[in-house]
């Protein structure tokens, strides 16, 4: 119940394509979905969040969608550059806890 | 913009010996965490650190492992007694009033031989 489930492991898309990675989650009393952008020898750093009173929230190329009654939530890449070429983790933690649980994260290639 | 640093990047350490991993979090950030990512696997939250004292941890973080705040800035993570599959990247984090986002350093990439 803890889980969050992160697909694919895997994603080559061509320079200006969408890119689309999805997550979903068990767990009724997550309240907090953060995506994190991670380059190789990197620390993972924040790209976008959202609550689940919003359906959707988009900030610049980046926009998470989030369904509330199938508990799954993506991240949508508008016009995706080789500079987005990176692992990107969803993740879930409970209202008022701390602890972050991650996907097992998406390898994301941009073809120029 | 400020950062969460982690020193050192890369510590290779004799299986059974003590190791301490080391963090600067953000200035004024009041929540602490430590995480760990094995090779090519998700990551995996250890402990959070609140007030001087652990607020949550998980299964992983047995009598093994202990943490500090020795002073005003730093916060530690000890490993007693390394064993091989220690081996992983150690993730500190830090977030301010409202415990999240939470803001990750660069990790230290623990080698345990």
């Known amino acids: 119940q803890q889980q969050v489930k992160q697909s694919p492991q895997s994603l080559i898309v061509q320079k200006g394509g969408i890119s689309i990675i999805n997550c979903a989650y068990e767990n009724t009393a997550f309240d907090y979905f953060p995506w994190y952008q991670q380059f190789p020898g990197k620390g993972p750093a924040l790209l976008i969040a959202i609550r689940p009173d919003v359906s959707e929230k988009k900030e610049g190329r980046f926009t998470i969608s989030f369904n509330k009654s199938a508990k799954q939530f993506s991240l949508h890449i508008m016009d995706s550059q080789p500079g987005d070429s990176a692992t990107y983790f969803c993740?879930?933690?409970?209202?008022?806890?701390?602890?972050?649980?991650f996907g097992q994260g998406t390898r994301l290639t941009i073809n120029p | 913009e400020p950062e969460v640093t982690q020193t050192p990047s890369h510590q290779v350490t004799q299986m059974g010996q003590e190791v301490i991993l080391r963090c600067v979090p953000i200035s004024n950030h009041l929540y602490f965490y430590w995480y760990r990512q094995i090779l090519g696997q998700k990551v995996e939250f250890l402990v959070s650190?609140?007030?001087?004292?652990?607020?949550?941890k998980s299964e992983i973080f047995d009598d093994q492992f202990s943490v500090e705040r020795p002073d005003g800035s730093n916060f530690t993570l000890k490993i007693r007694s390394t064993k091989l599959e220690d081996s992983a990247m150690y993730f500190c984090a830090s977030s301010g009033q409202g415990v999240q986002p939470q803001h990750f350093g660069d990790g230290t990439r623990l080698s345990i031989l």
């Open positions: 650190f609140y007030n001087n004292e652990i607020s949550e």
């Open positions: 993740a879930a933690s409970k209202a008022g806890a701390q602890k972050l649980v």
